[in-house]
């Protein structure tokens, strides 16, 4: 596992700085080579674009939506000092989306007790190919052992759909702690959070 010098300093955490570039890499025996950059948005939105547009990506909430209208939207997250969003590759080809966000600076702050150190991500895989084992936990984990390697995060939070199930046994599985329901415009979410030591825990009883 890899991990570049942070270029914006102590002062904010290193996946929260673009100007860092690639800076995350990891093989996973048996799996495969895993890293993470920085959206781009010329290079990367046609293709996250057909990504949010087709059916497994419903509780992405950008289906029917223009490529003008995605890459507005991502350039405004980049433009967002507390949020930044990446993409993931395995073996070099682009598998999945990642936005990062600081919880007590986001929106969600207002709906629980945020606290200095609380940070959050949104997943979207690639569409779905030929099935490789464990594909997605590897790629969970990664995120997670990207965000845990930063000191300042104390501890991650998540706030998926409701009706989603598939990613409530991620999350469980991971080590989140599930809370109460909280209503955002958009969606019912539930609400979830995993500290270093749950998740550490979580991946030794697996």
């Not at 942070?6 to 800076?23: M, R, S, V």
């Not at 920085?38 to 547009?53: G, T, Y």
């Not at 497994?56 to 939506?65: C, D, G, K, T």
Request: aromatic share 14%; charged share 20%; hydrophobic share 40%.
């Amino acid at each position: 596992m890899q991990q570049q010098r942070n270029k914006c300093g102590d002062h904010i955490p290193a996946f929260l700085c673009p100007e860092n570039g690639t800076f995350f890499d990891k093989i996973i025996p048996a799996a495969g080579h895993f890293h993470l950059r920085p959206l781009q948005l010329e290079k990367d939105i046609p293709l996250i674009h057909e990504w949010v547009n087709k059916a497994y990506a419903v509780y992405w909430q950008l289906q029917n939506s223009t490529i003008e209208k995605v890459t507005a939207m991502y350039a405004d997250l980049i433009k967002t000092p507390h949020i930044q969003p990446f993409m993931g590759f395995y073996n070099d080809q682009p598998a999945f989306l990642v936005e990062f966000y600081d919880a007590e600076k986001d929106r969600i702050g207002k709906y629980y007790d945020a606290q200095p150190g609380d940070y959050g991500f949104h997943i979207l895989m690639s569409p779905p190919a030929a099935p490789i084992k464990n594909f997605t936990w590897n790629v969970f984990t990664i995120i997670m052992d990207f965000l845990f390697n930063d000191a300042s995060v104390k501890r991650l939070i998540v706030e998926p759909d409701a009706r989603n199930e598939k990613i409530h046994l991620l999350n469980k599985r991971a080590g989140f702690e599930y809370q109460h329901f909280i209503t955002l415009p958009e969606k019912t979410a539930h609400l979830a959070f995993c500290s270093r030591e749950s998740y550490k825990t979580a991946l030794e009883n697996i």
